[in-house]
């Protein structure tokens, strides 16, 4: 029988490296999302509300179509 598999321990783990991909993924799929004009929604004190483009490319520093803001 074959002797179960050991998760490694926690030491071992980045944790700082996994939010900073996980942070990377999100804008990733919210910047994709604005470009084709989509709302996205999200929780924000128990409520769902729903983010409009300009709203998603103001978070992250750019203007209202998505470009860097000159400057």
């Given at each position: 029988?074959?002797?179960?598999?050991?998760?490694?321990?926690?030491?071992?783990?980045?944790?700082?490296?996994?939010?900073?991909?996980?942070?990377?993924?999100?804008?990733?799929?919210l910047?994709?999302?604005?470009?084709?004009?989509?709302?996205?929604?999200?929780?924000?004190?128990?409520?769902?509300?729903?983010?409009?483009?300009?709203?998603?490319?103001?978070?992250?520093?750019?203007?209202?179509?998505?470009?860097?803001?000159?400057?």
């Amino acid at each position: 029988m074959a002797e179960p598999a050991t998760l490694p321990t926690a030491n071992l783990i980045d944790h700082a490296a996994i939010d900073r991909l996980h942070y990377l993924a999100t804008k990733d799929a919210l910047l994709e999302h604005a470009r084709m004009g989509r709302s996205v929604c999200e929780s924000r004190d128990g409520q769902v509300v729903w983010i409009a483009p300009a709203e998603i490319f103001a978070r992250y520093g750019l203007d209202e179509n998505g470009r860097p803001k000159p400057g």
